[in-house]
């Protein structure tokens, strides 16, 4: 059974940094896409950031580019979003999503592309 686990949500002003982890209990964590999305009140659940197999593509959301950071380790099973200069905008609740692909240059973007999620980790941005 495929298990995401996300941890390092909480609240922060304005301009703060947070990392989000994800932990895998995936035995093929290293033929998974992954990414991260995240889901405000109201809205749609959109993409935030994805990562190829291997690490070496990455993919983000215009508004987060040059502030949040995707990464992996593979020998840990774990994910990693890296944010900083956090915005009010950015709150929401964040997924991690994993996708079993067989390119090792593939990222997901898409939610309906995404095969397993975790339960989530609420980010809050106080201004």
Same mark, same amino acid.
């Given at each position: 059974?495929?298990?995401?686990?996300?941890?390092? #949500?909480?609240?922060? =002003? !304005?301009? /703060?940094?947070? +990392?989000?982890?994800? @932990?895998?209990?995936? %035995?093929?964590?290293?033929?998974?896409?992954? #990414?991260?999305?995240? =889901? !405000?009140? /109201?809205?749609? +659940?959109?993409?935030? @950031?994805?990562?190829? %197999?291997?690490?070496?593509?990455?993919?983000?959301?215009?508004?987060?580019?040059?502030?949040?950071?995707?990464?992996?380790?593979? @020998?840990?099973?774990?994910?990693?979003?890296?944010?900083?200069?956090?915005?009010?905008?950015?709150?929401?609740?964040?997924?991690?999503?994993?996708?079993?692909?067989?390119?090792?240059?593939?990222?997901?973007?898409?939610?309906?592309?995404?095969?397993?999620?975790?339960?989530?980790?609420?980010?809050?941005?106080?201004?």
């Amino acid at each position: 059974q495929v298990q995401l686990v996300e941890s390092g #949500g909480g609240l922060v =002003q !304005a301009g /703060g940094s947070l +990392r989000l982890s994800c @932990a895998a209990s995936i %035995r093929t964590f290293t033929i998974c896409a992954m #990414g991260w999305f995240r =889901q !405000a009140p /109201g809205k749609e +659940r959109e993409f935030v @950031a994805g990562i190829s %197999r291997s690490g070496g593509n990455t993919d983000y959301k215009d508004s987060v580019k040059g502030r949040f950071t995707i990464s992996r380790d593979n @020998a840990k099973n774990t994910v990693y979003l890296k944010m900083n200069s956090l915005k009010t905008e950015d709150t929401a609740v964040y997924y991690c999503a994993a996708d079993l692909v067989v390119s090792s240059t593939a990222v997901r973007t898409r939610p309906g592309e995404c095969d397993y999620w975790g339960q989530g980790t609420q980010v809050t941005v106080s201004s």
